[in-house]
């Protein structure tokens, strides 16, 4: 009787035969040969306990180790998250807040001199023009949302208009950004 | 429900480059088996695997998907190992621990094992595993534990698929060997 070729059952115990006809024809012969069925059981039995085998852990903080050495930094916490978000809005204010106190620091009476004049004039006309502005939406908001009068009123207004522009930005013009790079 | 590689690789080209740490965590404990299967030193699989994410980073914009990211990520892996290897190689009079072709008994047989580890079938096997030669261990780890096919090791060792099937045939034959050699029933370790 010929036996099972090393190969043959190797490949028969990892189910790697070439095709049905050879597989069939192993099982015969594995039905009426004692020593190739033993032969493979012991194939079965490693392959079992090779396919079972653990695998080696990587260090906990790999991947963090990783994003350092790229330069990339981690999530951010939620307060930083915020800033950035608010970051472009916060800088305008602070520009408006410094145009704002040079302005008021003009004083009042100073005709003699070209530039004061020049910017106490500017200020006039952007008060008359803010004043007007100011009064239109304040006419607004008293006919359409007359609960944000008042002090909290307002304060509520600005924390809805600040998080709407922060959601604003963090999920339709940050993505449409990112998609574009 | 788990983002696919391919989402997360979306994401990360996109901009999302925090992203690539899913990427690291979800491969490294298979890549960390690869490299410590082929340095056999932790230390240094550890630093290989390190090095071999970033490539996979760097090299991101390359990869075009029409292979399991797994695979592409193992030939860096691969690599990586091998470089180190052949440099150690150079270090020690130039001898290539991954082409070595002298064998199981060559190298002493089976590692000496007190009677509690023998009864332990898969810590006999990893044992054994780890005193076959590179190529073999290497061969099985990417079989069995990175579970390619033969023709993903084909392309992540740029072997023929002739030779990666004789390879992993020597190695099951050599670890059979040893298992008989052990378990065989006169042993009385069993």
């Not at chain 1, 003699?112 to 304040?138: C, H, M, P, W």
């Not at chain 2, 290989?48 to 490539?55: G, K, L, P, S």
């Not at chain 2, 998907?65 to 797994?70: D, H």
């Not at chain 2, 009079?93 to 580890?117: I, K, L, N, S, T």
Request: charged share 25%; glycine share 6%; net charge neutral.
């Amino acid at each position: 009787m010929n036996h099972l070729s090393q190969e043959e059952l190797q490949d028969h115990a990892g189910g790697d035969l070439p095709d049905e006809r050879a597989a069939a024809a192993a099982d015969l012969h594995l039905r009426t040969c004692a020593e190739c069925a033993r032969r493979i059981d012991h194939f079965r039995a490693l392959e079992r306990a090779l396919r079972s085998m653990p695998l080696e852990r990587a260090s906990e903080d790999l991947s963090r180790t990783v994003l350092k050495r790229l330069g990339i930094r981690e999530g951010q916490s939620w307060l930083f998250t915020l800033f950035m978000n608010f970051a472009p809005l916060l800088a305008l204010l602070a520009v408006l807040a410094v145009v704002h106190f040079i302005l008021g620091r003009q004083p009042a009476g100073a005709p003699g001199q070209n530039s004061g004049e020049g910017v106490r004039t500017l200020f006039q006309f952007a008060d008359k023009y803010s004043a007007v502005g100011i009064q239109s939406v304040n006419d607004w908001v008293g006919k359409y949302l007359a609960f944000m009068k008042g002090r909290g009123g307002l304060t509520g207004f600005l924390i809805l208009f600040l998080g709407a522009i922060a959601l604003l930005d963090k999920y339709i013009v940050m993505p449409l950004i990112r998609r574009r790079l | 429900m788990s983002l696919s590689d391919a989402d997360i690789i979306a994401q990360i080209r996109a901009g999302a480059k925090p992203r690539f740490a899913l990427l690291v965590e979800r491969y490294q404990d298979q890549s960390m088996t690869l490299a410590v299967r082929m340095l056999r030193n932790r230390e240094e699989a550890e630093e290989a695997v390190q090095d071999a994410f970033v490539r996979a980073y760097k090299a991101l914009e390359r990869f075009e998907g029409t292979a399991r990211f797994g695979t592409w990520l193992y030939r860096i892996v691969y690599n990586v190992c091998l470089t180190r290897l052949t440099r150690r190689a150079a270090r020690s009079a130039g001898r290539v621990d991954y082409d070595d072709e002298q064998g199981y008994e060559e190298q002493g047989g089976a590692p000496v094992m007190d009677h509690a580890e023998a009864a332990d079938l898969a810590r006999f096997i990893r044992s054994s595993i780890a005193s076959l030669p590179v190529k073999y261990a290497t061969m099985l780890s990417l079989f069995y534990l990175q579970d390619l096919s033969h023709e993903e090791i084909c392309s992540v060792t740029d072997l023929p698929l002739g030779t990666v099937k004789t390879q992993l045939f020597r190695a099951r034959a050599l670890l059979q060997k040893e298992l008989l050699k052990e378990f065989r029933p006169e042993n009385t370790t069993v």
